[in-house]
């Protein structure tokens, strides 16, 4: 019965519609790239993965969030901020000049954090098979 109601139709094209919509909204190629960050982060499935890392990351830490808020209000909170980066990155992308200008502080950036992400995983990898000298007293 529910697979000919108008509902369940509804539901099978929207589906289909964010499977298309998914397949070309592919991670950027270059993500050194500002623009194509940019316009990843403007399209929405970054956007969302932003929102959701910066509201665990930061509001985490304050112990009303967990328990003293909904889990759908919690959502919604991230919903929204995803929108305002959304809508930023649009901003961000008509004004060519500070694009290009924000451009080489991004890049920098990207590459401050790939180096420490890199010494971080090579410390690990190193600390896992006993190749760190240890300190003596």
């Known amino acids: 019965m529910f ?63 967990g328990s003293g808020i909904s889990s759908g209000l919690r959502r919604l909170i991230v919903l929204l901020l995803a929108v305002v980066l959304a809508v930023g990155a649009n901003l961000l992308l008509a004004n060519a000049e500070l694009v290009q200008f924000l451009e080489n502080y991004y890049r920098i950036a990207f590459n401050l954090a790939a180096a420490w992400l890199g010494t971080q995983l090579a410390y690990g990898r190193q600390a896992g098979a006993g190749m760190l000298a240890t300190r003596e007293p």
């Open 3 to 65: 697979r000919k109601s108008l509902l369940f139709r509804v539901l099978i094209v929207v589906l289909i519609m964010l499977a298309l919509s998914a397949w070309t909204l592919q991670e950027p190629e270059d993500p050194t790239d500002f623009v194509e960050v940019l316009t990843w982060l403007a399209a929405g499935p970054l956007a969302v993965f932003v929102a959701g890392q910066a509201v665990s990351y930061a509001l985490e830490q304050i112990p009303a969030w």
